[in-house]
């Protein structure tokens, strides 16, 4: 299909690994931030067509593994009361909470739905005018205008049995607070194209400054993250650090406007817990006041649980790109795709799931 | 999550509060919201994610990298074979 099979392309993608070769002269350490984009890598196998001085480590951009615990929790205990419709992205079904997941309240009688899109959500909710219908808005400035339009829509329709659980997280705090850290090692940055899709230049192009880092905006396919990694050598080689857009086919400098916009009108920034690494200050959004009532958390009431993440979970270091999936004890036999222990297991597009589905299993010595 | 694929525009309706189109992605097509790429004319590239169109692609801009790619693979075959 046009604009994704020349990005596949064998050929280019072995010439691209080639010009890093021949560029590369000192050990480098590159972190894609997104979790879609090292699906990709693993997936293709691209680590080994690098040269051994450019390492990659994995970064905490999977909306699905950051969730907090909790927050699954009250999702679950939402989708388990009657008269309520679940709604959610197929990605969070089999996230666990800590006693259950959304598969099980299905089995055990919850209505509990999968939907590709959040306007399917406000659909049912028209459709069922004495049910409750709440959506399970999670994802990152990709997702939250989206999930923004549904909240709009449901407005603009006058329904009184739509509502939304909102976990949007932010990009650009979690970058500030890994580049912020004593112990990082990442010298140069692939940022998330989709979410520079939404949110344009602007942010990245502070971070990189700010942190003296160069910074590409990139695609996910392979072409895409082979030119990225290429463009960032170029520049640490060149001792340069800057932004630059390698996925200029769909990222422009401000952005989507109305995205943002819209964003804007129903959400506030807010505070947020990343499960694995913690509260990051502005992280977050939460609905506005005018938004009040789509709030589910407002709508069922809050409630504060706290819960604590199995301690052999390594999870806070790799999301960090501290440590690799393979340097936890429990990778590949107490935690694995089907029981997870923690974040970056739960999702395809965390590092640990995404190691385990493509067979990178050389963990030194797997103590089973 | 943040998966979001390519797809053509074959038509696009305008509801007044909304704009919608059908997006051909291979060989299924799609009811597309493109109230983010307002803009959007059938015949156009699109980027979708859960539902919308986030971005439409630039043509030209994903020209300069084509011809960039050539550029490289051509220096690739020109190369002698390294040794790995
Ligand atoms: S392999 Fe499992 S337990 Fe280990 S860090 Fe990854 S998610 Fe946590």
Not at chain 1, 192 to 210: F, K
Not at chain 1, 240 to 258: D, F
Not at chain 1, 296 to 313: K, T, W, Y
Request: aromatic share 8%; net charge negative; charged share 20%.
């Amino acid at each position: 299909m046009k604009y994704l099979d020349e990005y596949r392309d064998a050929d280019i993608t072995r010439a691209l690994a080639a010009r890093i070769r021949a560029r590369v002269t000192r050990p480098w350490v590159l972190m894609e931030i997104c979790g879609g984009q090292t699906h990709t890598l693993m997936r293709y196998g691209l680590p080994d067509l690098l040269p051994p001085e450019v390492e990659l480590v994995h970064g905490p951009g999977c909306p699905v593994c950051v969730a907090p615990l909790e927050f699954v929790d009250r999702a679950i205990e939402i989708a388990s009361r009657p008269g309520v419709i679940f709604v959610s992205y197929g990605d969070m079904l089999r996230v666990p909470g800590s006693q259950s997941d959304l598969f099980r309240v299905r089995a055990a009688g919850g209505d509990v739905r999968m939907a590709y899109s959040p306007l399917e959500a406000v659909k049912l909710a028209q459709e069922y005018p004495t049910r409750q219908v709440v959506f399970f808005g999670i994802g990152f400035e990709t997702t939250a205008p989206a999930n923004a339009m549904a909240v709009w829509h449901a407005k603009r329709l006058g329904l009184t049995n739509f509502s939304m659980l909102v976990s949007h997280v932010l990009v650009p705090p979690a970058v500030r607070l890994l580049l912020g850290s004593p112990v990082n090692r990442v010298q140069g940055f692939i940022a998330p194209g989709h979410v520079c899709t939404i949110m344009g230049h602007r942010e990245y192009q502070a971070l990189s400054t700010e942190f003296h880092v160069p910074i590409v905006i990139g695609g996910f396919e392979p072409v895409d993250l082979l030119e990225a990694i290429a463009m960032l050598v170029d520049q640490l080689e060149d001792g340069r650090a800057q932004l630059e857009n390698q996925y200029s086919r769909s990222v422009t400098r401000e952005g989507n406007i109305p995205a943002q916009k819209l964003m804007e009108e129903v959400f506030e920034i807010t505070d947020r817990k990343w499960r694995g690494i913690g509260m990051i200050p502005l992280s977050g959004h939460r609905f506005r006041e005018e938004y009040a009532a789509y709030d589910a958390e407002r709508i069922f009431g809050a409630q504060e649980i706290h819960v604590e993440e199995p301690a052999e979970c390594i999870s806070a270091l790799v999301l960090q790109g501290l440590k690799k999936p393979v340097d936890c004890t429990a990778f590949g036999t107490r935690c694995t795709p089907e029981q997870p222990l923690g974040a970056p297991m739960v999702s395809s597009e965390g590092a640990c799931a995404a190691y385990y589905a493509y067979r990178r299993h050389t963990a030194p010595e797997a103590s089973a | 999550m943040c998966l979001a694929i390519p797809g053509k525009v074959v038509e696009a309706t305008d509801l007044g509060f909304s704009r919608i189109a059908k997006v051909q992605f291979g060989g299924i097509t799609r009811q597309v919201s493109l109230d983010f790429v307002p803009e959007t004319q059938p015949g156009d590239y699109v980027l979708v994610h859960v539902g919308f169109a986030i971005s439409r692609i630039s043509p030209e801009e994903a020209e300069r990298t084509y011809e960039l790619l050539r550029q490289i693979q051509e220096a690739d075959e020109l190369a002698p074979e390294e040794p790995l």
